[in-house]
């Protein structure tokens, strides 16, 4: 069980926008950054989101990360089928003083 | 261009201690503010985050795997080892090292070692 938690699926149609969540404490994403990554099946995870809503270089602006208090969430706009992929929050956690992450959201286009 | 390779045995038996390594290049462990985390992914399933050393050897470690993991790194040879002792079949998963900075947290990735954990 992750300690933050993320719907296990979403869905939408290409052109669309679709918001993935993730729910924490006020011990992680209460009072730390909030993280995304996207992984492909197979492959490596890629950092997409750092510090709650900056983007790496090369990451599209489609892609757009938000925090509000113990919560925070990516947005993806015009969805495309390459999007197709799962994606993951993470954050660091001061009582457990170590990163975590959330359980993961696969998502369909 | 940063890159990091993980290595290692693909099979342990129950109870055996697992080594890996990562080799890494396009950064010193020496720099300030720079580290290397593990992390790892059973078939199927979720992120988890290992252990981490940072470039003043300041290490943290998953406290619900402490007792099981130790860290170390040796600049010299730009590489980070982990080692898990007391291996269980639980404990197969797709192992991840990964370059950490303070501002972009878990920035660059290995491409990952697949380890098994059979008799």
């Known amino acids: 069980q992750s300690v933050l938690t993320q719907p296990p699926s979403a869905s939408e149609t290409p052109g669309q926008r679709v918001t993935i969540s993730c729910s924490g404490s006020s011990s992680n994403i209460g009072s730390s950054y909030v993280y995304w990554y996207q992984q492909f099946p197979g492959t490596a995870p890629k950092l997409l989101v750092y510090r709650n809503n900056q983007r790496p270089s090369g990451v599209p602006d489609r892609f757009s990360g938000s925090k509000s208090g113990t919560s925070a969430s990516l947005a993806i706009s015009g969805l495309r089928s390459e999007d197709e992929s799962d994606y993951y929050c993470?954050?660091?956690?001061?009582?457990?003083?170590?990163?975590?992450f959330g359980g993961g959201t696969r998502l369909t286009v | 261009q940063i890159t990091l390779k993980e290595s290692g045995p693909t099979l342990v038996k129950p109870t055996q201690t697992l080594t890996l390594t990562c080799t890494f290049s396009g950064f010193s462990l020496s720099t300030s503010g720079v580290g290397v985390g593990w992390i790892r992914q059973p078939p199927g399933k979720a992120l988890e985050w290992l252990a981490l050393i940072y470039w003043n050897d300041d290490k943290r470690y998953s406290p619900f795997l402490k007792s099981r993991l130790t860290i170390t790194k040796d600049t010299s040879k730009n590489q980070v080892v982990l080692t898990m002792t007391s291996m269980d079949p639980v404990d197969t998963a797709t192992y991840y090292c990964?370059?950490?900075?303070?501002?972009?947290?878990?920035?660059?990735w290995g491409l990952g070692t697949t380890v098994t954990v059979s008799s």
């Open positions: 993470s954050a660091w956690d001061d009582r457990l003083n170590g990163w975590v």
């Open positions: 990964a370059h950490h900075r303070q501002v972009y947290g878990m920035d660059v």
